[in-house]
């Protein structure tokens, strides 16, 4: 069975500065896709972005960056310029393309913005 | 426009009663999910489906029934409520089986 493995609880970061969430996870397939979501005290959860495993090229959506490392099976959240509405829970996640199933999450890093 | 809904936000209630949460998505997608996130905030897949039908339902005690009267709807029944019952329950919908999921706000449940 796949697993989701985020080792960090808690991390903190100053404003403006820049924050690297760890996430591993574990699998034997080859095709499947990775996604960072992030829940705010709102408790919506917001797709922040996503990765084929396909693509060596990491994704990037504004000042959040991915490190996909496919043989390390490993995939990190970059987040640059770090502003006070980063702070939230951030969720990895994994599903597989192959199969039935369902979407994987890690147990989530909590992300605090300091002023 | 909400793309994914639920109602209601906040759900109080005893022991033993039976409630629903009502889910509707207007993005058109063919998958709708229930997850539950516990106090610690561990989600975890409750049921999948798929054009109205059951595709996965993982460990869940038969309290909780999911009923899918459209492919835009996903509702869940839950039948004598129990203090472990308390968590945040989250519809989410997506276009194909296992995609990118799209949440709604989450419900809040407190059993007393």
């Known amino acids: 069975a796949q697993t989701v493995t985020q080792s960090q609880p808690e991390m903190s970061v100053q404003e403006a500065e820049t924050v690297t969430l760890s996430c591993t996870y574990d699998?034997?397939?080859?095709?499947?896709?990775l996604f960072w979501y992030k829940q705010p005290p709102s408790r919506q959860m917001i797709l922040v972005i996503r990765?084929?495993?396909?693509?060596?090229q990491n994704a990037t959506e504004n000042r959040f960056s991915v490190n996909f490392q496919k043989a390390a099976k490993s995939f990190s959240l970059k987040i640059s310029d770090s502003q006070l509405g980063d702070t939230a829970m951030y969720f990895c996640?994994?599903?597989?393309?192959?199969?039935?199933?369902?979407?994987?999450f890690g147990k989530g890093t909590r992300l605090s913005v300091i002023a | 426009d909400t793309a994914v809904s639920q109602t209601p936000k906040y759900l109080v209630t005893q022991m033993g009663n039976d409630k629903s949460i009502k889910c509707e998505q207007n993005?058109?997608?063919?998958?709708m999910y229930w997850y539950k996130q516990d106090s610690k905030k561990f989600l975890k897949i409750m049921f999948s489906?798929?054009?109205?039908?059951?595709?996965i339902n993982e460990t869940v005690p038969n309290r909780f029934s999911p009923k899918s009267p459209d492919k835009a709807h996903l509702n869940l029944h839950i039948n004598s409520l129990e203090l472990g019952d308390s968590a945040v329950y989250f519809c989410?919908?997506?276009?194909?089986?296992?995609?990118?999921?799209?949440f709604g706000q989450g419900t809040r449940l407190t059993v007393v």
């Open positions: 993005l058109g997608h063919d998958t």
């Open positions: 996640a994994y599903y597989s393309s192959s199969g039935n199933t369902p979407l994987v």
């Open positions: 989410a919908s997506s276009q194909i089986l296992n995609t990118e999921a799209f």
């Open positions: 699998t034997s397939e080859n095709n499947y896709y």
């Open positions: 489906y798929n054009n109205k039908e059951l595709i």
């Open positions: 990765q084929e495993a396909y693509k060596q």
